[in-house]
Nanobody, 115 residues
Framework: QVHLVESGGGLVEPGGSLRLSCVAS????????MKWYRQAPGKEREFVATISAHEDFVRVADSVKGRFSISRNNLQNTVYLQMNNLQPEDTAVYYC????????WGQGAQVTVSS
């Protein structure tokens, strides 16, 4: 069974950085693309970034391009989201998931950007 656990969220001032991690289990991690989505209060969940199984394809949303990057470690079954120059509008719960699978999500990591 797919199991995803996010960590690394927190409170940060505008301009700060955080790195989220997502440890996956229950499937062959190295053969699956992974994704990050986020959901701000009162808004729908939105796409943030995705990475293919062997990192040959990466895409990030326009709203975070140049500030966020996605990476993965297939030996540790972990996908990362490096977030730099965070802004208040990045405040949300961040979820990792398996590309092509909308049924399984982690519990989420709260990211709050505030001074």
């Amino acid at each position: 069974q797919v199991h995803l656990v996010e960590s690394g969220g927190g409170l940060v001032e505008p301009g700060g950085s955080l790195r989220l991690s997502c440890v996956a289990s229950g499937f062959t991690f190295s053969s699956k693309g992974m994704k990050w989505y986020r959901q701000a209060p009162g808004k729908e969940r939105e796409f943030v970034a995705t990475i293919s199984a062997h990192e040959d394809f990466v895409r990030v949303a326009d709203s975070v391009k140049g500030r966020f990057s996605i990476s993965r470690n297939n030996l540790q079954n972990t996908v990362y989201l490096q977030m730099n120059n965070l802004q208040p509008e990045d405040t949300a719960v961040y979820y990792c998931g398996v590309w092509g699978d909308d049924d399984h999500w982690g519990q989420g990591a709260q990211v709050t950007v505030s001074s």
